[in-house]
C-alpha cells in the first residue's frame, strides 16, 4: 500500500445550486449537511480548511423562466441567489464564501480560463447538425430533447443520458425525439462550436480513477468506472444562447460558455472572490487536498468532466475524493421541483422555527450515502420526539436539573470510581475514536449514531446509579455520579458540534463554558470542580402530532393538485403531412410466444407472426403486461422501421401501444381476432 498522502490543508467545495428556484431537502442530505458536518469537524480539529459555495446562474432553464415570466434573467438569479444564501445562512451551512457565477470575477476567471485552452489548441472546432426548436427558434440543449432510448426502449430518454439504463447518449440517437420545451418535433441546423476531446484524456482519467483512487465510494467508481467503460466522446463547451458568458473569441457572437465547463470555475473565481491575494495556495499548492460534495448526479461532471477540464489547464490541483451521495426521496416517492413535491428549506425555516437542528439531525440519521432514502413526516417526528428529546435532551436535562437541585448548579466533586463508573467511562472512550474515524471517511451517518451512543449510556448510567434514591444515606456518592454525567455532558457539547451546531452552542451556554476543541473529546475534566452551571432549560421539545398532519395535508393537496393535471389529455402535436404518415407500414401481428429480457425490467421480447414470417419485436411494456397476456393475442405493430439493437438484440419493428395520460399506463392496441396476421391498416 502507497503510503497516503499528507496535505496542509483542505478546500471543500459544494455543488452550486441554480439560481431558478429555491433549494430543499434533498439538495440538504445529498450535498449541504455533509459538506457542512465535514467542515465544522476539519475546524474543530484546528486544520486550515476553506468552504466554497455559490449560485449557478447561467443556462437555458433560467432564460426560460425569465421568457415565461416577462422578466429578465438577471431578475431571476438576483432573486434566487438572495434566497438560496439567506436559507443556507438560517440553517446554519458556515461558507467561508457563497459568490456566484454571475459576478465580474467569475466572468473574468472562466473567460481566461477557455481562452487559455483555446490558444493552447486543446478545443476542437466543428460545424455540424444540431436539434433546433422550429416553435421556440432555438437550438436545444440535449436534456431539453427526450425520446426513446435505443439501447433499453425506455420513454423519455434525455437526449445526453438514459436514466433508466444509464447509457450515455448522443441525442441524434434518440427514437422519435422531442422537444421539452414545446413538445415539437426539432429539426437539425448547422451551428459551429467548440469541443472539450474528452476521448483524449481517457487513458489518463481511467489511470487517475480506476487505480489512483480506489479508495473512492463504491457508488462514485462504480460510475466512472462505466462511463469510462463505454468510452468518452468530445463534449461541446459552448452553446447558442443570449444569457450566458459570451465565448471570447472572434467569430463566436450569440455563443457562450455551456453552464456545465462555466460553472465548475465558480469553485475558482468564489476562492478568488474571498482571496484574491492567495487564492493560489488553495487552487495550485499540490499541499492542499481538494473535496467536491456532490449528489450522484453530478458525479460525472465532478469526476471525470472537471478533471479533464483542471488537466487540460495543467496548472491546477485535482480533487482528491468525491463523496457524493444518492438521492432523497419524499413519502416514497422522488423528489420533483417541476411537481412542487418536496420540502423547501425557506418553508421549512417558517413553519418550524428554531429547529434547524432538528432537520439536521433527521438527514443525517437517514442520509442517502450508499443508497436512494426516503424522508417521511413520521420518522421525522420520531427521530425528534424519540431521539432528540428522550436520549439526549433527557439525559442533559436530568444531570443539569439534579446538580442544580442538589448541589445548586456547581459541578460536585469526584470520589472514589468502582468497577460501574471506569466501565462507564471506558465504554465512552471506545466510542470516541469511532465518531472521529467515521468522520474522516464521510459516513456521518455512521458518526452520529456513535455520538448519540454517548448519551445512551450516559441515560442508561443515571438509571443504573439511581442517584435520587441515595441521596440522603450517600451524597459522596451522588457527587461522584453527577460529575461524570456533567463530564458526559461536556463531551456531547463536542460530539454533536458538527451536526447540531445550533443546539450544541445553546448546550454550551447551560453548561456556561466556552467551546471545547476535538482533541477534548474524551476527557473527565472538560468542567472543573465547583464551576457554576447556567439554570436548566430544555435542549429539544416534543413535535406534536398537529405539526405533522399540516405537513402531511399539504403533500396530500400536492398530490391531489400533480393527479388533476395529469389526467388532461396532452396537446396535439404538430401537423405532420399525409405523405409521411403514409410511409409507415401499420399490419397485425400474432403473438407466438413472448419472454422477458434478461437484465431488463422494462423490455418484452415477443414473436410475431406478421404473415410471411415470424419476427422479434422488443417493447418496453413489461411492467404493464406479463408475457401470459400476450401469447395468442393479434395486436398492431410497424413493419418497415430498420431494425434496431436493443440490450444486445435485435428489434424488427415497434408493437403500437396507447399511454392513458389518467393512469401512466401502456395499453397495447390489441385487435379483432377475425384479421389475419398480415393484414395492413390504411
Not at 210 to 230: A, I, P
Not at 362 to 382: G, I, S, Y
Not at 409 to 428: H, I, W
Request: hydrophobic content about 35%; charged content about 25%.
Amino acid at each position: 500500500m502507497p503510503e497516503k498522502k499528507q496535505f496542509k490543508r483542505t478546500l471543500v467545495t459544494s455543488a452550486l445550486p441554480y439560481a431558478n428556484g429555491p433549494v430543499h431537502i434533498g439538495h440538504l442530505a445529498g450535498v449541504y449537511i455533509p459538506a457542512d458536518i465535514y467542515v465544522r469537524f476539519k475546524r474543530m480539529k484546528g486544520e486550515e480548511v476553506l468552504f466554497i459555495g455559490g449560485s449557478d446562474e447561467h443556462g437555458v432553464p433560467i432564460s426560460l423562466k425569465a421568457k415565461k415570466e416577462g422578466v429578465s434573467p438577471r431578475d431571476i438569479v438576483d432573486r434566487y441567489h438572495k434566497l438560496i444564501k439567506e436559507s443556507f445562512e438560517e440553517f446554519g451551512i458556515s461558507f467561508d464564501i457563497y459568490g456566484r457565477t454571475s459576478s465580474p470575477t467569475h466572468e473574468k476567471t472562466a473567460s481566461d480560463f477557455f481562452k487559455k485552452l483555446y490558444e493552447e489548441g486543446k478545443f476542437v472546432e466543428e460545424i455540424n447538425e444540431q436539434y433546433y426548436d422550429p416553435e421556440e427558434k432555438m437550438f436545444l440543449a440535449d436534456r431539453y430533447i427526450t425520446g426513446t432510448c435505443p439501447h433499453c426502449g425506455a420513454e423519455g430518454a434525455y437526449g445526453d443520458q438514459c436514466e433508466v439504463c444509464g447509457t450515455s447518449l448522443n441525442a441524434t440517437e434518440l427514437i422519435n425525439p422531442k422537444s421539452a420545451i414545446s413538445g415539437a418535433t426539432p429539426v437539425l441546423k448547422e451551428t459551429k462550436h467548440w469541443y472539450l476531446p474528452l476521448n483524449q484524456y481517457e487513458s489518463w482519467l481511467k489511470e487517475w480513477i480506476l487505480e489512483g483512487h480506489k479508495e473512492w465510494k463504491n457508488n462514485v467508481y462504480g460510475q466512472c468506472k462505466s462511463w469510462l467503460d463505454m468510452g468518452l466522446h468530445p463534449r461541446a463547451v459552448s452553446r447558442d444562447l443570449d444569457w450566458g458568458i459570451p465565448v471570447p473569441v472572434e467569430g463566436a457572437e450569440g455563443k457562450v460558455l455551456y453552464v456545465w465547463f462555466d460553472a465548475p470555475i465558480g469553485y475558482i473565481s468564489n476562492t478568488k472572490e474571498l482571496l484574491p491575494e492567495s487564492w493560489e495556495t488553495w487552487w495550485k499548492d499540490s499541499s492542499t487536498r481538494l473535496i467536491h460534495f456532490i449528489g450522484k448526479d453530478n458525479i460525472v461532471f465532478h469526476c471525470i468532466v472537471f478533471p479533464a477540464m483542471l488537466k487540460a489547464e495543467g496548472s491546477f490541483i485535482l480533487p482528491d475524493n468525491v463523496p457524493a451521495n444518492e438521492f432523497l426521496n419524499l413519502e416514497g416517492n422522488k423528489i420533483s421541483t417541476s411537481r412542487n413535491w418536496a420540502v423547501w428549506l425557506h418553508e421549512y425555516l417558517r413553519d418550524f422555527p428554531g429547529k434547524q437542528d432538528v432537520l439536521r439531525y433527521v438527514l443525517t440519521a437517514n442520509a442517502p450515502e450508499t443508497k436512494d432514502n426516503d424522508f417521511t413526516w413520521t420518522d421525522f417526528q420520531a427521530r425528534n420526539n424519540n431521539e432528540l428529546v428522550a436520549i439526549l435532551g433527557n439525559f442533559v436535562n436530568r444531570s443539569l436539573v439534579l446538580t442544580q437541585k442538589y448541589f445548586n448548579g456547581k459541578v460536585p466533586s469526584l470520589g472514589v470510581l468502582n468497577e460501574y463508573d471506569k466501565e462507564t467511562l471506558e465504554r465512552m472512550k471506545e466510542i470516541i475514536p469511532q465518531i472521529t474515524e467515521h468522520l474522516e471517511g464521510f459516513r456521518f451517518r455512521d458518526a452520529l449514531k456513535e455520538a448519540m451512543n454517548i448519551a445512551r449510556l450516559g441515560n442508561k448510567y443515571l438509571a443504573d446509579t439511581e442517584p435520587w434514591k441515595i441521596i440522603k444515606e450517600d451524597p459522596s456518592r451522588v457527587e461522584t455520579i453527577l460529575y461524570i454525567s456533567l463530564q458526559l455532558t461536556a463531551n456531547l457539547a463536542i460530539a454533536f458540534s458538527p451536526f447540531t451546531p445550533f443546539a450544541s452552542k445553546k448546550l454550551l451556554a447551560l453548561l456556561a463554558t466556552t467551546p471545547f476543541e476535538w482533541k477534548d473529546l474524551g476527557r473527565i475534566d472538560l468542567l472543573e470542580i465547583g464551576h457554576q452551571l447556567a439554570t436548566p432549560e430544555l435542549l429539544f421539545e416534543k413535535i406534536e402530532d398537529i405539526e405533522v398532519e399540516k405537513q402531511m395535508n399539504r403533500l396530500a393537496r400536492i398530490a391531489e393538485e400533480n393527479r388533476q393535471q395529469e389526467r388532461k389529455a396532452p396537446a396535439i402535436r404538430t401537423n405532420c403531412v399525409f405523405e409521411d404518415f403514409a410511409k409507415c407500414d401499420f399490419r397485425v401481428g400474432l403473438v407466438t410466444s413472448c419472454n422477458r429480457v434478461p437484465k431488463s425490467d422494462k423490455l418484452l421480447a415477443l414473436t410475431i407472426q406478421d404473415g410471411t414470417k415470424e419476427r422479434t419485436i422488443l417493447s418496453g411494456i413489461a411492467k404493464h403486461y406479463t408475457p401470459e397476456e400476450l401469447v395468442g393475442k393479434k395486436l398492431l405493430f410497424i413493419a418497415n422501421l430498420p431494425p434496431r439493437k436493443m440490450m444486445g438484440r435485435e428489434s424488427e419493428g415497434m408493437v403500437l401501444c396507447a399511454e392513458d395520460f389518467a393512469t401512466e399506463e401502456l395499453k397495447v392496441l390489441f385487435v379483432e381476432d377475425s384479421l389475419s396476421p398480415g393484414s395492413t391498416i390504411s
